[in-house]
């Protein structure tokens, strides 16, 4: 069965960084794509940036283009988020997920509704 587990949040002051980690089990992530999302409570959940299959990556939220990076490694079946220079605002529960139509799991799609498959989410709390 597919699964992602997300990990790597925590309490981190602001101006520090944070590496989270996406593993999946199921399968083998080669061949697939993966999201990044953030929610904060009372709030819709956004979409920050992807990695397809072919290692081409999406920043789709401007305010963390420029601090925050996917990347994959397809030997450790994990994908990866790591953020740089945080911010208060950064502060949510951070998702990873894949698309869940097997045509779309090679891409990223900007829409929530094209992923299916979801991990549990990770807290990041940027605090002083």
């Known amino acids: 069965q597919l699964r992602l587990v997300e990990s790597g949040g925590g309490l981190v002051t602001p101006g520090g960084s944070l590496m989270l980690s996406c593993a999946a089990s199921g399968f083998s992530i080669d061949g697939y794509s993966v999201g990044w999302f953030r929610q904060v409570p009372g709030r819709e959940r956004e979409v920050v940036g992807c990695?397809?299959?072919?290692?081409?990556?999406?920043d789709y939220l401007h305010a963390v283009s420029d601090r925050f990076t996917v990347t994959r490694d397809d030997d450790k079946n994990t994908f990866f988020l790591n953020m740089t220079n945080l911010k208060p605002e950064d502060t949510a529960v951070y998702y990873c997920?894949?698309?869940?139509?097997?045509?779309?799991?090679?891409?990223?799609?900007?829409?929530?509704?094209?992923?299916?498959?979801w991990g549990q989410g990770t807290q990041v709390t940027v605090s002083s």
């Open positions: 997920a894949t698309p869940g139509r097997p045509d779309d799991r090679l891409y990223c799609f900007k829409e929530l509704d094209k992923y299916d498959y």
């Open positions: 990695i397809n299959r072919y290692g081409t990556i999406s």
